[in-house]
Every structure is written in C-alpha cells, then in structure tokens.
C-alpha cells in the first residue's frame, strides 16, 4: 500500500462515510458529499469496510470508489 498513496494524502483522513436506515452509503470528502450507494453497491462497500485492516486501508477504500482521486488534480485543503 505505500506506493499507491506516494504523496501521503490519506493520512490526512480526508475520507469518511455515513449509513442511514435505508442502508444507503454516503461518501464524503472533507464534509462534502462526493458519492452515494445504494443497494449491492452498498452492501459490497460496507462488506470491504468490515474487512479493512486499519484507518489508511479504509481511506484507500474509499478513496477508490469515488474513483477521481486518483489523478494528483484533488484540491489540497490545508
């Protein structure tokens, strides 16, 4: 995992999700609403999340689902 995350930019922990009672997955990228899943998607996301080793997995996780963080074009938020 060090040479996905060369810049260290999920240390930060700029991911974070949440789960209503609908089991509907929303992502959020520094407190800002980036993706919503629904159905298996969401199954399968909270199936992985379970399964995460510790906090840089769980942002990598995440990080790969929005799928356009991978690009080096994300705004730094300092």
């Known amino acids: ?27 959020d990228y520094y407190g800002k609403q980036v993706k919503i899943l629904k159905g298996k998607d969401a199954e399968q996301f909270l199936k992985k999340i379970n399964a995460a080793e510790n906090e840089k997995a769980l942002q990598l996780i995440m990080a790969k689902i929005t799928g356009n963080f991978k690009r080096g074009n994300e705004r730094n938020h300092n």
Do not use: C, E, G, Q
């Open 1 to 27: 995992m060090d040479n996905i995350d060369k810049r260290n930019r999920l240390d930060a922990a700029p991911f974070s999700y949440r789960v209503n009672k609908n089991h509907t997955v929303f992502l």
